[in-house]
């Protein structure tokens, strides 16, 4: 039979099925799709998978199809206005932020003031830093509100910052909080994880997708964030074999087109979710973001980068002079102030990369007294906050000052600045934090001394505890004593007739005897008074008159009887 017959056959079987059985027509096999044009089939009358694709962010588009009816059915009421009401909170987000940016009016002094509050020391980097960010969100301000062509204004260089210092000495910290006080984005990244084309580490252009993040999502306002870039002095070594790439000149390259002026993607190209996430989702955000309007802070410890400068100072005169001694003894934060660009680029940095770095700031080590007022004297520093952790277990901490010299001495020693400070906190607390909680414990005392050797402070502390759980239990059993003394005398006047006037130190001494004799206090002092009616009545004793119990007479109860019989007969 030809082929031409088989096909006919076959369509025909398939019309006949069709009319008697119409609950499988929606079954039915069919490779075209519907709402799909002719001219977009193939020779066969299929569409290919890009032309569906076009097609359905056609209907999307035009509201004729939701994205919801493909993933799980028509959307119920309540998420929809979920959406609406997380949509206006970025509206509002939006607005809030760049009201802020409209009416910037910080000067550089004011910012340096508001640094004081939280970083220690470092003044050179506060006032550059204060400059550099008042001039970069002053020009951003005036392009806003009209006052420059921004457009028109192509020569306008961004004033991004390289810092230069050792770790722990408040780098990150500062721009934290610049980014707080100015209400902008900011992001941190550090410069080891990426690679030039991101086949091995992170693509450089992640770093603005992150900042988008912390926008959450919104593209305006990140334009006008803050990115940190740390450990940037990683990019200047050669990387070994089988290391993430981040010692060549591409990841320079790529960061330095960020830093100046480049359009990046809001979605990676290698991201397919979120390509096809956006295709089908209706948002009013660009697509890409605009760096010019993002200031980049770069920094780095530059280990090495202060002996090339010591070099170079060295060069400028001849032999071992008095210039060249100097440059030698000198420390390495105030060499690192006097880099220039060829050491830079000496170090292994790209000229290019380089001069999109014109503020250079250099941060000196923190010293013991520093460290002592990042205790104390910056706004919710690490005692406070070691405070509050021990109120948590109902415990007030109370930390002396000359503690407060050890701690920071030990930091000092540890090399790593402010991070030393939480080393050796947490080397001092922590056997308290796991001891005390579970103890009725109402304060804590630290001196010198705990710091030094806490495991002997948290014994002596732990020994105390007991001896005041034992004085404790002592004090009420000697309370009971009391009234049973006072019940014993009592009954003494009712049988015998006669008054007993027992002092307080007198019950102790009884307390303490009874005790020794592992007896029970009452039975002790009842059996100290045994003879003593007796001996009463003998020396006629008067009934109105009290007789004293003194400690002499609970100590040894027999011989003060027979030495009052004997003075009695002798009167």
């Known amino acids: 039979m ?36 002719d001219d977009k089939k193939d020779a066969k009358g299929r569409n290919s998978f890009s032309d569906f694709l076009n097609n359905l962010r056609d209907m999307i588009s035009s509201g004729d199809v939701h994205v919801e009816t493909f993933m799980a059915g028509p ?34 002094r004011q910012i340096h003031d508001y640094l004081d509050r939280f970083v220690v020391s470092q003044d050179q980097a506060k ?48 721009m934290r909080c610049l980014a707080q006080l100015i209400g902008v984005p900011f992001v941190k990244a550090d410069a080891t994880k990426y690679s030039e084309t991101g086949y091995v580490g992170y693509d450089v252009e992640d770093i603005i997708r992150d900042l ?46 960020l830093m100046e002026d480049t359009e990046v993607k809001v979605i990676s190209q290698t991201d397919m979710m979120g390509q096809m996430r956006m295709a089908m989702e209706r948002s009013d955000m660009p697509t890409t973001i605009r760096t ?23 060069k400028s005169v001849i032999g071992f002079g008095h210039q060249q001694t100097e440059s030698l003894s000198r420390s390495d934060a105030e060499i690192l102030a006097e880099v220039q660009t060829h050491d830079l680029v000496e170090y292994g940095f790209e000229p290019e990369f380089i001069g999109r770095l014109p503020v250079r700031v250099a941060l000196k080590d923190l010293c013991q007294e520093d460290l002592e007022k990042i205790l104390t ?28 010299q050890e701690i920071a001495k030990q930091a000092a020693e540890e090399k790593t600045g402010a991070r030393g400070l939480l080393t050796v906190l947490e080397r001092t607390f922590r056997d308290f934090k796991y001891e005390l909680p579970d103890l009725e414990v109402k304060s804590l005392d630290i001196d010198a001394n705990a710091v030094k050797d806490p495991k002997a402070a948290l014994a002596q502390c732990l020994d105390e505890y007991k001896m005041n759980l034992i004085a404790e239990e002592l004090d009420a059993r000697c309370d009971r004593f009391t009234e049973e003394v006072k019940a ?84």
Not at 6 to 28: R, V
Not at 79 to 108: H, M, V
Not at 292 to 313: E, Q, T
């Open 292 to 314: 010019k309007n993002i200031l980049f802070i770069v920094s780095g410890a530059f280990d090495k980068l202060g002996d090339i400068i010591r070099k170079r100072l060295g």
């Open 488 to 571: 014993y005398c009592d009954e003494f006047t009712k049988e015998y007739g006669f008054t007993l006037e027992v002092p307080e130190f007198t019950i102790f001494d009884a307390f303490s005897a009874a005790a020794d004799a592992r007896m029970q206090p009452i039975d002790y002092f009842k059996q100290a008074l045994a003879n003593l009616p007796h001996a009463l009545h003998l020396i006629h004793h008067p009934q109105d008159t009290p007789f004293t119990v003194t400690q002499e007479f609970i100590k040894a109860p027999e011989a003060h009887i027979d030495q009052m019989i004997k003075e009695a007969m002798k009167a």
């Open 377 to 404: 004297g910056v706004s919710n520093n690490y005692i406070q906050q070691y405070q509050e952790a021990f109120n948590g277990y109902g415990i007030q901490l109370n930390v002396s000052s000359d503690a407060i």
């Open 127 to 174: 006032r550059a830093l204060a400059v550099a960010v008042c001039d970069h969100y002053n020009y951003i301000r005036r392009c806003i509100n009209g006052e420059i062509d921004d457009a028109a204004d192509i020569n306008h260089a961004k004033h991004n910052v390289l810092m230069m210092g050792p770790t722990g000495v408040g780098k990150t910290y500062i």
């Open 212 to 257: 988008i993040k912390a926008a959450n999502g919104n593209v305006r306002i990140a334009q006008y964030g803050i990115v940190y870039i740390d450990e940037i002095d990683k990019l200047a070594g050669k990387g070994s074999e089988g290391h993430k790439d981040v010692s060549g000149r591409g990841v320079q390259v790529n960061l330095l087109k």
């Open 2 to 37: 030809a082929n031409d017959d088989i096909k006919d056959d076959n369509l025909n079987n398939q019309e006949e099925e069709a009319k008697t059985s119409p609950d499988t027509t929606a079954n039915s096999t069919d490779d075209t799709q519907p709402g799909i044009p």
């Open 75 to 108: 959307p119920p009421p309540q998420p929809q206005r979920e959406r609406r009401r997380t949509s206006g909170a970025s509206k509002k987000e939006e607005a809030n932020t760049l009201k802020k940016i409209k009416e910037f009016s910080l000067t550089p």
